[in-house]
Nanobody, 126 residues
């Protein structure tokens, strides 16, 4: 059974950093494009960043450009989201998701993905 497991969330002060990790269980992530999404209370789930299966294509939401970096380590079967200069508005549950593409691309739409993790809470507060 294909499973995605997020880790690395927590409480951090504004301006701080966190590194989220998405691990694949039961399948090899290197064949999949991976997206990171977040959902704050009362808001819709939004795409934060994505990376293609080769890692050659990435995409970021305007709200996180220059602060977040997505990367993948296929040897470890993980995809990471490095989050720097965190702001209170980054507070949300963060999810990773996977989809298999025949071309090397990624997208940040919720409906573009087939498999989802359970999420990890990120809280930015002083």
């Amino acid at each position: 059974q294909l499973q995605l497991v997020e880790s690395g969330g927590g409480l951090v002060q504004p301006g701080g950093s966190l590194r989220l990790s998405c691990a694949g269980s039961g399948f090899t992530l290197e064949h999949y494009a991976i997206g990171w999404f977040r959902q704050a209370p009362g808001k819709e789930r939004e795409g934060v960043s994505c990376i293609s299966s080769s890692g050659g294509s990435t995409n970021y939401a305007d709200s996180v450009k220059g602060r977040f970096t997505i990367s993948r380590d296929n040897a470890k079967n993980t995809v990471a989201l490095q989050m720097n200069s965190l702001k209170p508005e980054d507070t949300a549950v963060y999810y990773c998701a996977a989809v298999s593409h025949s071309v090397d691309r990624c997208a940040r739409g919720v409906y573009d993905y087939d498999y989802w993790g359970q999420g990890t809470q990120v809280t930015v507060s002083s």
